[in-house]
DNA sequence: GATGAATGAGGTTTCATTCAT
DNA sequence: TATGAATGAAACCTCATTCAT
C-alpha cells in the first residue's frame, strides 16, 4: 500500500466514523423523542436523509443501533466522571462538580438523558454491557462520594443509598427539563449540587 | 326486572370487574418486564390462562391497557398522598412519611415504578390524561412539602426544584431496588427521607 | 370438559390438522416447481387462497414449512418401503416390488421427488433430522437388498454401492419423467426394476 | 495499434480471461456449498479476495454466473464424452469408457455434480440454453449407448429408460459420495460400470 | 481497474385486532 | 362468554446492482 492509498483510505475511514457518529446522534434523538420500538428505521433514515438501507452500511440491526448509542452516551458520561476524578480539587468540590457535569452532559448532549430508560429493550447480550459500563459510571462516582464524606461516620448501606438518591435525583432531571426553561442546565446543576451535598453536611 | 335477574347481574359485574382488575395488574407486570411493545397481547393472555381474543372483552386496545395501568397506578400514588395530607400529623412529619408511603408504593405494589416509563407510547390523547393526573400527584406533593418547609426562606425555583430532587430520588429507585435486598421498601423510605430531609428537620 | 366441548376440539383439530396438511402439500408444489428460495410465502398462500399472515397459524417460518414437507415426503418414502419389507413376498420379489412402489411415490405423490434435491436450504438442525430420516430409508431399503442377494458372494463395497446406484437410478427419475409421458409410473417402475435387478432374478 | 499496445492488449485478456475463470471456479464451489440463492455476491467476492464491486468488471449479473457455471461444467462433461466417442474402442468399451469419465468429471472437476440441481433458479432464457446443452450431452451419451448394445433386441423406450437409468445412478453419486471416502473416483467408476453394463449383458 | 457507498425493491415475519361459531 | 382462525398493515432486513471517485 503506497502513501496515496494510504491517505485515501484513511479519509475514507474518517468519513464513515464521521457518518456513523452523525448516524447515531440522530437515532438517538428519535429514539428519545419516539421510544425506541415506535421509532422506524425509516424515521431515523429519513431524518438523515438517507435510504433505509443505506443505514445498514453502518449499523447492524436496530437493535445494534440502540446499543450503540447506549454505549456512546455512557461514555460520555464515564468521561466527564473522569476529568472530575482526576482534577485537583479539593474532595467536595470534586464531588459538586461531578454533579453539575454530569447534569450538564445529561440534559444537553446527545440525549444520554432519555436512553437511560430503555436498556429493558436490549438483548440480553448487549444489555449485559451495557450495564457493565453503567456500573463503571457508578464505581467512579461512588469513589468521588466517598472520598468527599470521607470525614463523616456513615454505614456502608447509608453510603450507597445515598449516592443512589443522588444520583437518582439527577437522572430524574430529563423528565422535567426544558431546553427552553428560564435555568441553565449549569445553574440547574448549581442548585442541585448545593441541595444533595448540603444535606450531606448537615450530618456531619 | 325481577330481583332475581337483578343480583345475577350484579354478580356478574362484580366478576367482570375482578377479572379486568386482574387483568390489568398482570398486564402492569408483563409491561414492566418486557417493556410495553416487547409484550405481547398473548404474552398477557397466556399469563393469565385465557386466550388472545377473550381479552377483548375487557379491555378495548393494548393501549387502553397501558393507559389504564397507568391510571390505575396514578390513583394508588395519589391517593396514599392524601391519606397523608389529610392525617393529622405536623407538616414535618407528613412530608416524611409521604417520602415513606411513595417509596412503598412505588416498589411494592402494582409496579407503579416500571410504568413511569412509558408514558411516551400512549397516544397523544392519552398521554395528556396521564400527565394531568401526574401533575395533580405533583401538586399535592408540592403542597405537603412547601407546608414542611414554610418557615424557611427559599426563592420559587428553589422549592420546585428541590421537591423535583426529591422526587426524581425516589422514583429511581426501582431502577437498583431488588426486592431480594437486605433492606425493606420501608427501611429504605426511612433512610432516604432522612437523606433528603433530614437538614430541614434538623432546623425545624 | 363435557362432550359437547370435546367434540367441539377433536373436531377443531381435525380441521387444523387438515388445513396444515394442505398446505403442506401445496407448499411442496410450490417448491418443487419454483424452488425454494425463489417461491415466496405470497406464492403460497395466494394457490391457497389465504393470506400470507393466516399461513403462520400453521407453520412457524418459510424453513420450517421445508422441513415438515421433506419429514412427511420421506415418511410416504419409508411407510412404502416398510409394508414391502413385512409383506410375505420372497427376497427377490421384495426388491422388485420395493423399487416399483418408491418409483410410484417418487413420481406420483407429494413431489417427493423435486424435494430431495433442497436439503441443503434448510438450516443445519433441520438438516440433521433430515439426514437421519433419509437414512433411515436407506437402511430399509439396503436390508430389503441384501436379502435378496444373500446367496451371490459380492463383497461389502460392492453391495452398498449396488444399491446407490439403484437408489439414484431411481432418484433421477423426476428429472425426465413428465407426467403426461406414455409409460406409467408403474410400467417405468417395472422396466427399471427389470433392468437394474434383472440379472440377479436370472441367476436366482 | 502498434506492436507493443497490441501485445499488450493481449496481455490484458489473458489476465482478463484468468480472473473470469478463477472467479467462476469458486462460484460454483460456493454455489455448490450453500445452494445458488444464499450464496451472496459478497461470499463470492470474499473467497477471491476481492470485493463485490469488482466482480462486476467479469461477470454480468449472479445469473450470468450460474449460467456461464454451468456451460463450463456441461462443456467439461460433453468434452469428455466425445473424446471416447472418438476414440478407436469397441463399442462396449466405449460406453465402459463413457461411464467413467463421466463418474471422475463428476466427482472432481468444478463441481459439475452439484450443479446439476440448479437449473430451475436461472430465467427461462439462460435455462433453454442449459437444456439445451444437456440435451446434446445425452444425444451423445445416448450414441454410444445405443451402439453398445446394438445387437440386442430393446423397444425404444427401454433404451432410452435404460439410459436415462445408467445417468441417474451415475449423477446421484455426487449425492452419497465423499472425497474421503475409501474408493477413488476412478474405482467407483470401474464398479458402477461393470453393474451397469453388466445389467446389459444378461438381457442379451 | 478497483472500491466503498448508496439504493430500493422485495422478502419474511409479527401482531393487534376482528369475527364466526 | 370464550376462542381459534383470519387478516393486513407495517416493520426489519438483505442484497444484487450501480456509481462516483
Chains 1, 2, 3, 4 share one sequence.
Not at 440522530?26 to 422506524?40: M, S, V
Not at 428505521?41 to 436496530?62: A, C, F, P, Q, R
Not at 462520594?145 to 448501606?157: D, G, L, V
Request: aromatic share 8%; with cysteine; net charge positive.
Amino acid at each position: 500500500m503506497n502513501m496515496k492509498s494510504f491517505e485515501k483510505k484513511n479519509f475514507r475511514q474518517i468519513r464513515y466514523e464521521d457518518k456513523k457518529s452523525q448516524i447515531l446522534k440522530n437515532a438517538a434523538k428519535i429514539f428519545a423523542k419516539k421510544g425506541f420500538e415506535k421509532a422506524t428505521m425509516e424515521d431515523v433514515s429519513n431524518e438523515l436523509l438517507m435510504t433505509k438501507g443505506s443505514l445498514y452500511h453502518y449499523i447492524k440491526s436496530k437493535e445494534d443501533m440502540l446499543f450503540q448509542c447506549h454505549m456512546k452516551a455512557l461514555g460520555m458520561s464515564i468521561r466527564a466522571l473522569e476529568e472530575t476524578l482526576n482534577s485537583d480539587l479539593p474532595p467536595r468540590m470534586k464531588l459538586h462538580k461531578a454533579i453539575i457535569r454530569h447534569i450538564e452532559v445529561i440534559t444537553t448532549e446527545f440525549v444520554v438523558g432519555a436512553l437511560r430508560q430503555q436498556e429493558l429493550l436490549l438483548p440480553k447480550h448487549m444489555q449485559e454491557k451495557v450495564i457493565k459500563e453503567r456500573d463503571k459510571f457508578e464505581r467512579i462516582f461512588l469513589k468521588i462520594f466517598r472520598e468527599a464524606i470521607k470525614t463523616e461516620h456513615s454505614n456502608k448501606n447509608n453510603i450507597k443509598m445515598t449516592a443512589y438518591a443522588i444520583l437518582g435525583a439527577i437522572n430524574w432531571i430529563p423528565r422535567w427539563y426544558s431546553a427552553e426553561g428560564k435555568l441553565s442546565p449549569t445553574q440547574i446543576g448549581e442548585m442541585m449540587a448545593d441541595y444533595l451535598i448540603g444535606k450531606l453536611e448537615s450530618k456531619g
